[in-house]
């Protein structure tokens, strides 16, 4: 009978022939006698002295830099190395990654109107050919129909009482006081807006689920500053003392896939939909769309067994590339790559929708501003004050690009093929 799993066994039978169980014990024991007396010195904004810097450092701490300080640190980062103050400490260059560009897409949304022409920053070959290819089929089918359904960005700081009763009292408090509360979150603001302030209690611990609008800015920075104040507030005013709280309480969903962000979305919810005659799935896609709806059933019945939060094929892919393009919080990529895609037949063709609950973007602000991601959100004609609504809508439409895609490629059985063709053997 064996007990230990086959994946175990043979790391085992692995670390056996390379180690003795002395030998590893020594390897993996503490050795605070080699921990250098001094750490990284750098200041806290970005220059060119200041990166210069941290090269010499590095080299004098026995780093081989040759080759790599001039491309990290080349000549055009150093020259706008101020521009990034505000987006990173101890920089020491910059790195370079492959931009593509997917359009013409057509956006006829509530808040995006018009052609648009995706960038999409990302080192996996076919990508942006797959993204091009389902933003051209949903272009020639009319355009993608988006509609920015409902924002807000959450934040919940958690509240530790000596008991339930003080936990009722203090939630009893927050309800009277809600007003004052809102005044001295928005008083950190100019865009910012408390729209709703709702308690959550688990016996003699109160969550407060703080929701904003964040204007065309993504707001997490926003949120965090705001919410801090109106905790300082209910620190000064109220009579009913916690034993102790914090900013956030892990409840928000922040950079994390949540069943409150899929159900009430943490940032912007937008819907993006198209159909697509069913002579374009045919000649571009290569597929029926019999075949099509054969592929979804199955794909959907693997993500319920599976327990996916949603049900989609590769909303991270174009985020993650979009994301980066533009200047977003990557990391959001975790709790924005949740959502559903749907397919159904109509008397016009093929039916795709995207709804995806926890966009979180931003036109402004975050690294909106930085060189190249600003040089990006200018192409795509959505830089700089209001434009986040459209910037959101151009995401999910680009998402649906992506489904359409990915998915008549598994339908087709092309999708390996394809891989093969413009990766590995390009």
Not at 34 to 59: M, V
Not at 130 to 143: E, I, K, L, P
Not at 283 to 308: F, P, T, W
């Amino acid at each position: 009978m064996k007990i230990v799993p086959s994946s175990v066994q043979l790391l085992l039978e692995r670390l056996r022939a390379t180690y003795t169980a002395e030998e590893a014990r020594l390897r993996l024991s503490r050795q605070a006698e080699r921990a250098p007396e001094r750490t990284l010195r750098s200041a806290r904004e970005a220059s060119s002295a200041n990166i210069s810097s941290l090269w010499r450092q590095l080299g004098a701490a026995g780093v081989e830099i040759a080759g790599v300080e001039q491309e990290l640190a080349d000549q055009r980062t150093l020259e706008q190395a101020e521009r990034y103050s505000g987006n990173i400490e101890a920089m020491v260059g910059t790195v370079k990654l492959p931009v593509g560009v997917v359009g013409p897409l057509l956006v006829n949304g509530l808040n995006a109107k018009g052609l648009y022409y995706a960038p999409m920053a990302t080192t996996e070959a076919a990508l942006v050919a797959s993204y091009a290819r389902g933003a051209m089929v949903a272009t020639r089918s009319g355009g993608v129909t988006t509609a920015l359904l409902n924002e807000g960005v959450l934040r919940t700081p958690g509240f530790k009482f000596s008991g339930l009763i003080d936990a009722g009292l203090f939630v009893e408090w927050v309800a009277r006081n809600a007003d004052e509360l809102k005044a001295a979150a928005e008083a950190t603001t100019r865009h910012g807006k408390l729209i709703a302030l709702e308690p959550i209690i688990d016996n003699d611990i109160v969550f407060l689920l703080c929701r904003y609008t964040t204007g065309d800015a993504s707001g997490q920075n926003m949120v965090t500053i705001a919410t801090d104040a109106l905790c300082a507030k209910i620190e000064q005013d109220c009579p009913v003392k916690p034993l102790h709280w914090f900013i956030e309480a892990n409840f928000s969903g922040d950079k994390k896939a949540s069943y409150i962000g899929l159900i009430t979305g943490r940032g912007r919810k937008v819907s993006a939909s198209t159909v697509i005659p069913e002579a374009l799935v045919e000649k571009h896609l290569h597929v029926s769309i019999d075949r099509m709806l054969a592929y979804g059933e199955m794909a959907n019945l693997g993500a319920l067994l599976s327990g996916q939060m949603g049900a989609q094929g590769h909303y991270a892919n174009g985020l993650a590339a979009f994301y980066i393009a533009t200047g977003q919080d990557a990391a959001c990529v975790s709790e924005s790559a949740v959502g559903f895609t749907r397919m159904e037949r109509r008397e016009d063709g093929l039916f795709v929708s995207v709804t995806l609950p926890n966009i979180l973007v931003g036109s402004v602000g975050g690294g909106t501003g930085m060189p190249s991601q600003s040089a990006a959100l200018s192409l795509l004609g959505l830089k700089g004050a209001g434009h986040g609504a459209a910037l959101a809508e151009v995401t999910a439409a680009l998402c649906l690009c992506g489904e359409i895609s990915i998915m008549a490629a598994i339908a087709a059985g092309h999708f390996s093929s394809a891989h093969e063709k413009l990766a590995r053997k390009r």
